[in-house]
């Protein structure tokens, strides 16, 4: 257990709808990631953190955005949720670089549905 | 391109039958390889880290091992508790990060 809680853990939304989804960790790794998971595609990466308001962009960030103004939350926003963004959405984190620190711990996940 | 490809996609192994899940990775430049275990509805959990060829980690009825091409998870006398998809990832250098780059995944099923 990396300390990680997702919130919320299920979400029925509608289309065009803004969501919000956050991660939270009680370990003070400065790296944070959010993963979506879909059937064929495996794990894919939509943006990464290296510290506060420090974000990037992963290989699948149209039509997300995110923030991170404290170590300890990662929020990911749908700005307009689609019915593409139906998905298992992940949180994780490392502690950053150097030997042994890439190693990333995944959160329980969220199940969004966009109808 | 840097690519991770799992095989088989599934397998379905009685109690007890030993088997191996392979990884293969074209990467520039490893930095080091990584397997989880991913149980229905739950985030995947970590197992081990690889980081050079010929490099082995043994956990219980687990064991990878690692070459220059690809990367084995060996299942030793496998129980129904081991029924799991294993995933494979590779830590390589984009956009200039590291980041993770998964495999699709192997669905292990054992019957007892």
């Known amino acids: 257990d990396a300390g990680i809680t997702q919130s919320p853990r299920h979400k029925v939304t509608e289309t065009g709808t803004p969501v919000t989804l956050r991660c939270h960790q009680t370990?003070?790794?400065?790296?944070m990631y959010w993963y979506r998971q879909d059937p064929g595609h495996g794990l894919r990466l939509i943006h990464y953190?290296?510290?506060?308001?420090?974000?990037d962009k992963g290989e699948v960030s149209d039509g997300y955005s995110v923030s991170r103004s404290k170590t300890e939350d990662f929020l990911l926003t749908l700005e307009s949720a689609t019915s593409s963004q139906t998905s298992v959405y992940f949180c994780?984190?490392?502690?950053?670089?150097?030997?042994?620190?890439?190693?990333?711990?995944f959160g329980p996940g969220t199940r969004l549905t966009v109808t | 391109e840097d690519q991770v490809t799992q095989s088989p996609e599934a397998l379905r192994l009685q109690e007890g039958e030993s088997s191996s899940l392979n990884c293969s990775y074209t990467?520039?430049?490893?930095?080091?390889l990584f397997w989880y275990r991913q149980d229905p509805g739950k985030g995947p959990e970590f197992l081990f880290t690889l980081y050079s060829a010929g490099e082995e980690k043994e956990k219980e009825r687990l064991k990878a091992t690692l070459t220059k091409k690809e990367s084995f998870l060996h299942i030793t006398a496998p129980k129904p508790e081991d029924s799991a998809t294993y995933l494979c990832a590779v830590q390589a250098r984009i956009q200039g990060a590291q980041k993770l780059v998964f495999g699709q995944g192997t669905r292990l099923t054992i019957n007892p």
């Open positions: 994780a984190l490392s502690r950053g670089p150097g030997q042994s620190s890439y190693e990333q711990y």
């Open positions: 370990e003070n790794h400065r790296y």
């Open positions: 953190s290296y510290g506060v308001k420090d974000t």
């Open positions: 990467v520039s430049g490893l930095r080091g």
